[in-house]
T-cell receptor, first 110, second 113 residues
Framework: AQRVTQPEKLLSVFKGAPVELKCNYS??????LFWYVQYSRQRLQLLLR??SRESIKGFTADLNKGETSFHLKKPFAQEEDSAMYYC????????????FGKGTLLTVNP | KAGVTQTPRYLIKTRGQQVTLSCSPI?????VSWYQQTPGQGLQFLFE???????NKGNFPGRFSGRQFSNSRSEMNVSTLELGDSALYLC????????????FGQGTRLTVV
């Protein structure tokens, strides 16, 4: 069975501070991992995926297979980063489904 | 291009009734997935369709069903509604599923009274 755990429901930081949103996963195969974000009154949208290894809006995430983690990081948080963040794991292939963590609500204070 | 469209946006139904929700994917996308979102359980996978075939199903009772049409539009049906079915139902489309980006609709808010 595949599982995604986001240990923090809420995370509050000040503008300019570093931020790290934690994500741990459990999956027997080779995981495809994503971070999705939902800003206030907007639909859920992809922030980044591990396979593309890119930085989006200053966020990065590194897949650590040894620790089964995919933490999301940003060195200097901005107020517009305030949103709900979901880590997700895809089983891929013909047995496709996305398994989501329960999300972390990030608040960046001025 | 137009995003994923879900209709209706809001629904109120009575226990025991059935309901049908609709999802129009992004043009060219052949994979459509459905999710149930509740405050307690978060986002839970219901099922995924690709080229009119259900490829995967989550751990939901048989009252939850779906289908996909030849134009990739999808519907999900919930029969014999229960109070616990009250939730936001999200549809997502992608070109083929797998590790491709899923594009989400705004959701249908179902309230069962």
């Amino acid at each position: 069975a595949q599982r995604v755990t986001q240990p923090e429901k809420l995370l509050s930081v000040f503008k300019g501070a570093p931020v790290e949103l934690k994500c741990n996963y459990s999956y027997s195969g080779s995981p495809e991992l994503f971070w999705y974000v939902q800003y206030s009154r907007q639909r859920l949208q992809l922030l980044l995926r591990h396979i593309s290894r890119e930085s989006i809006k200053g966020f990065t995430a590194d897949l650590n297979k040894g620790e089964t983690s995919f933490h999301l990081k940003k060195p200097f948080a901005q107020e517009e980063d305030s949103a709900m963040y979901y880590c997700a794991l895809s089983s891929g292939g013909s047995n496709y489904k996305l398994t989501f963590g329960k999300g972390t609500l990030l608040t960046v204070n001025p | 291009k137009a995003g994923v469209t879900q209709t209706p946006r809001y629904l109120i139904k009575t226990r025991g009734q059935q309901v049908t929700l609709s999802c129009s994917p992004i043009s060219g996308h052949r994979s459509v997935s459905w999710y149930q979102q509740t405050p307690g359980q978060g986002l839970q996978f219901l099922f995924e369709y690709f080229s009119e075939t259900q490829r995967n199903k989550g751990n939901f009772p048989g009252r939850f069903s779906g289908r996909q049409f030849s134009n990739s539009r999808s519907e999900m049906n919930v029969s014999t509604l229960e109070l616990g079915d009250s939730a936001l139902y999200l549809c997502a489309s992608s070109p083929s599923g797998g590790n491709t980006e899923a594009f989400f609709g705004q959701g249908t808010r179902l309230t069962v009274v």
